[in-house]
Structure formats: C-alpha cells, structure tokens
C-alpha cells in the first residue's frame, strides 16, 4: 500500500457477497476476507507517486442514483481536483443538487420492470441536499 492512503473503508454487509462470482461481483477470497475475517475493504482511496502524480480509486460509481448523493458527489469532486492538484475550498469542492428528473433523464439505460421510482424519489430525499 505504498503511496496508497484508504479515504473510505467498511465492512461489506453478507448481503453484498452472495452474488455470483464475477469481475464486478464476489469472489472466495473476498468472501474469505470479509465473512470468516472480518477484513474491511477499501471503497475509495488516494495515490500519490513518487514522481508527485496523483489518481483516485472509487468502487461507487456503478450505482446511478448514488449521484443523487450530495455527500457522494463531493468526495469525487474533491477527488478530482485533489488529482488535479487544485486548490481545494475550505469547505470542499460544491457544486448545485441534483433532482430525481436530472438523474432519471441522464439514465443511459432503461429502467428494470422492478424499477420502483417512489423507492428512488425516498432514498434521494433521504441523502443531504437530493430532492
């Protein structure tokens, strides 16, 4: 983990772990890692090289509504410009929030039958800031 500092670090519910095996699932060792010992994982972390350059690893991006998070937008604009190596703001990078409409309108795909937009509309209103 050199040049590696965790920013995010939890451990997954069983929940999380009982899907197939997959590049972008579970797998044993993680299974292992986690259940039998009770190892938290890294969601997001920073890097720093040796030669000053900088990069940002972050495993929530697959989840759309996630950007209906105020909180979960701000940790990747600070990550940005963290990376950039901008100026941070005292009180972080802001930005405006993001309404149901906008997130379901920049939706690339087509919502499951199970898609239940009033479960949607409540976990955004449940987030800081999302409406």
């Known amino acids: 983990m050199a040049g590696i500092t965790p920013i995010l670090t939890d451990l997954p519910s ?13 797998n ?3 299974r292992q890692a986690v259940l039998q010992q ?3 994982q890294h969601v997001a972390w920073a890097a ?8 940002f690893g972050f495993t929530g991006g697959h989840d759309h509504w996630n950007w209906g998070d ?3 937008r701000k940790l990747v604009l600070n990550a940005i410009a963290w990376c950039a190596q901008a100026e941070i703001p005292a009180g972080g990078v802001g930005d405006e929030p993001v309404t149901f409409g906008q997130l379901e309108q920049n939706q690339d795909e087509e919502p499951g039958n199970d898609f239940d937009r009033n479960k949607i509309r409540a976990r955004l209103r449940s987030f800081s800031g999302g409406t």
Not at 14 to 26: F, Q, V, W
């Open 14 to 26: 069983p929940e999380t772990l009982a899907r197939r095996d997959g590049s972008h699932s579970g």
């Open 28 to 30: 044993p060792a993680v």
């Open 38 to 40: 009770k190892e938290p």
């Open 48 to 55: 720093t090289r040796a030669d000053g350059g900088r990069g």
């Open 70 to 72: 105020r909180n979960f």
